[in-house]
């Protein structure tokens, strides 16, 4: 029989999936890392395929509404924006919530270029912007064989949050009040 229980759960998980389409003479944000290429990704804000994937994987993980309700492609205010903006929106939302980020795991599939050289900066950058250990951030490469997809970049994206402390305290104190 399902019993009822109005604890927040200790963890949640989330997971993002996001891809855009290589254009020509824009920068390549990925992670929020300029990485040298001629080509960049189009379509909303500044295309960076790895921090929308995250931050709808984080919304995701606390049943928020996704990027694209919070921040509308059709809106002329998030054209070329730093998708930075909205991952820090996301993560408002997670301490809101009463958690924090425990690990993220990523795979981003491209045909070029090879993100290999830039694993690590991509991750530094990514962790930092989480404020997380780099050792949490999982990010691997794959190319899209078999899958006719060499114009597209495509990710996902899965996290973890933990429920914060400070939120058990308070739902202690609020049990203990009750
Ligand atoms: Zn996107």
Redesign the pocket.
Known sequence: MPTTNDQPPAVRIGYGF???EFRPGIPLKIGGVTLPYDQG?G???D???L???LTDALLGAIAAPD?GSLFP?SHQKWKGAD?VVFLREALKRVREAGYHVSNVDASLILVAPKIGPYTSAVRTRVAELLGVHSDCVGLKAKTPEGLNLDSAAIAHVVVLLKKSSSEKRKMKKKRRSA
């Open positions: 996001d891809s855009h990704l379509g909303h804000s295309g960076d395929v921090l929308h994937a990027i492609p998708s």
